[in-house]
């Protein structure tokens, strides 16, 4: 007991603290977390304390979870000091808040309040541990009854709804909690009907996760924009709550395991510069396996352009950013249909949910993902047939944009204490870190030269099968590539870095160097910028390549059209007279082309050529520096 003590903190709480600590008459707001997961949703209402110098914020662990990495490292982030859990147990804390019903919370010294962490209370979940807490005894969850006829095996009932229950919600018959948040009153009906006793600590306090979502949304084109999503591009996001049986689960055996057919297919069939597509994984997943696990597993759908955003930050922007959504049963998924958007599920278990739940009416209804079927087709038609259900945002929150007004009263009323005179607000959600699209996967990139100096390009990455598409193709590889033999086989092979990098050299001579060391290849660009490369072509000229500040693709889209319109027969002469249409599905990218001076020993001329009347035609007639041309399919799987 002493060297656990040992652990115990003495500032600003603690047996001899009124010594040390500089505000010694503070209320105690002690925030319990159970695991990363609730630990977002304390998060969200930890700044309705801000600005009130009577208030001394704590926090601890329970330790009852399953999922226990990465706490520490949030609660050292929030800067709040920490309690060993069993020194909260004994220490009189004003309030504790709590978004999960892990731990013996009934043993907390204090008014208990309880939030949802996520969108009210749906799953089904088993009855806790009485290692943790204390469940009352006379509604202990039957795990076992007899077949209708008496006879065979017994079969197990279903768990008892998570936070709705009194296997959760009652210790020795009496509410652990004080008072247990809802944001719908048609919670209060399954709550009645569930566990009577507890229906006295019931509030109405809404969504403060779904009330910060709802008041970013002005902001979706910024959030786009972070994600790397450009004109023309449409947004997939994958989302995945935890479970063997979930869209990232694999099935345990009674269920299928979607996930290593889809991602794959997802970022082969989708055009790379026409769709952008993400994923979300639950904290559970992320912190349960491993993040280095989980970027493991995904590693070649992030080689081909796969973005896997923060759990914790950034999820609720990319929900924002979204066009379509493939999700399964999990709160993040019908968050997307609370907010419009169009939604296919890829996995479905309805046993998993109560069935009087508003989100199992959703699931039932929802459109199917068949992961059997060419998939572009079915994302195409989810997003342009939408019809939003309006059941998700009706019963998301009955009260959207009310959360921090009703909440901070619930708190400072189970307090008996005052609220600050300000306004009670939540926290804007942050801006997303930029999250570029890098692919090092080998791209399978298809061309249509076009009327004056214009090229259509369809760029696939990694695909699992050559396009069924008409185009001239060719092979546009990374220089990072996981797979170097790769390189031998490109068409064009290209990097990205600053222009100054010591460790390349100047851009000119990369390219230079990379065209001697692959015989094969025709083209080399270093993309610069964000708008801009530089590419060489095998007879040594050199161009640069400019979209403008306001540009959103991929520079190296630029390259494989100058690939293109050169294969094609035409010269450099009219790109650099007349500049460059680039066309990647719908959207237009009109690109400056300029003769770059050579540097010396690259092995270029650095003359610019004088355009030629052929330059502006359709003849596929050859000039002196079209590149050489070898048909040949990638090898996939890079």
Not at 210 to 224: E, M, T, W
Not at 233 to 261: A, F, I, K, Y
Not at 333 to 352: F, K, N, W
């Amino acid at each position: 007991m002493d060297e656990g003590r040992n652990r115990w903190i003495r500032v600003p709480v603690g047996d001899d603290a009124g010594r040390w600590a500089t505000r010694v008459r503070c209320r105690r707001v002690l925030f319990v977390v159970h695991n990363v997961t609730s630990a977002t949703r304390l998060l969200d209402v930890l700044p309705l304390f801000d600005d009130d110098l009577g208030v001394q914020l704590l926090a601890t662990c329970t330790g009852s979870s399953a999922f226990r990495s990465g706490v520490a490292e949030l609660l050292a982030d929030t800067g709040v000091p920490v309690l060993p859990w069993e020194q909260a147990l004994v220490t009189p804390v004003d309030l504790a808040i709590s978004a999960s019903f892990g731990g013996e919370l009934a043993s907390l010294q204090g008014k208990l309040i309880v939030l949802s962490h996520g969108i009210g209370y749906n799953k089904r979940l088993a009855a806790p541990s009485t290692e943790h807490r204390a469940p009352s005894t006379e509604h202990r969850a039957p795990s076992t009854e007899p077949d209708a006829d008496g006879a065979g095996p017994a079969r197990s009932t279903p768990p008892p709804v998570f936070g709705l229950a009194p296997e959760w919600l009652l210790a020795d018959g009496a509410p652990v909690a004080d008072a247990l948040v809802l944001s719908h009153p048609e919670q209060f009906d399954r709550l009645a009907a569930a566990c009577p006793e507890a229906l006295p600590t019931a509030v109405l306090g809404g969504d403060p996760c779904f009330d910060r979502i709802l008041a970013a949304r002005p902001y979706r084109d910024r959030f786009r924009r972070a994600l790397g999503v450009g004109r023309g591009q449409r947004l997939v996001l994958l989302n995945s709550t935890w479970s063997s049986e979930s869209l990232v689960g694999d099935g345990d055996g009674r269920g299928d395991d979607v996930l290593p057919s889809l991602l794959p297919r997802l970022t082969s069939e989708l055009p790379a510069d026409e769709y952008r597509v993400a994923a979300v994984l639950h904290p559970n997943i992320w912190h349960g396996h491993g993040p280095g696990q989980i970027r493991a597993w995904l590693d070649r759908a992030r080689r081909s352009g796969l973005a896997l955003i923060d759990p914790l930050e950034d999820w609720r922007q990319a929900l924002i950013a979204a066009d379509l959504v493939i999700g399964d049963h999990g709160s993040v998924t019908y968050y997307a249909a609370a907010l419009g958007s169009p939604v296919l599920l890829g996995a479905a278990p309805l046993d998993r949910l109560d069935a009087d739940a508003p989100i199992a009416d959703f699931i039932r209804t929802a459109p199917r993902l068949d992961a059997r079927t060419p998939l572009r087709g079915q994302v195409d038609s989810a997003i342009g047939n939408h019809t939003p259900q309006p059941g998700p945002l009706r019963f998301t929150s009955s009260v959207p944009g009310e959360a921090a007004v009703r909440l901070r009263r619930a708190f400072y009323e189970l307090m008996a204490a005052p609220e600050p005179p300000g306004p009670a607000l939540l926290v804007p959600l942050p801006m997303p870190a930029p999250e570029p699209a890098p692919r090092t996967a080998p791209l399978w990139v298809l061309t249509h030269v076009l009327e004056e100096p214009e090229v259509a390009v369809t760029r696939y990455a990694d695909p699992a099968r050559e396009p069924a598409e008409e185009g001239e193709a060719h092979l546009a590889v990374h220089e990072d590539t996981r797979d170097p033999s790769q390189l031998g086989l490109a068409d064009l092979v290209f990097r990205d870095g600053s222009p100054d990098d010591p460790r390349f050299g100047p851009p000119g001579r990369w390219a230079a160097d990379v065209l001697a060391r692959h015989p094969h290849c025709a083209l080399a660009a270093y993309v610069t910028g964000p708008s801009s490369c530089v590419v060489r072509t095998r007879d040594g000229v050199l161009l640069g390549l400019s979209a403008g500040a306001h540009a959103d693709a991929d520079p190296a889209v630029y390259a494989s059209a100058v690939h293109a319109w050169l294969a094609a027969g035409r010269t450099h002469a009219a790109l650099i007279t007349y500049g460059l249409t680039v066309r990647t599905g719908g959207t237009a990218h009109h690109v400056v082309v300029t003769a770059e001076a050579d540097e010396p020993d690259a092995g270029g001329t650095g003359q610019r050529p004088r355009p030629t009347s052929a330059d502006r035609s359709t003849s596929p007639a050859r000039g002196a520096d079209t590149p050489r041309a070898v048909p040949r399919s990638p090898r996939t799987g890079s």
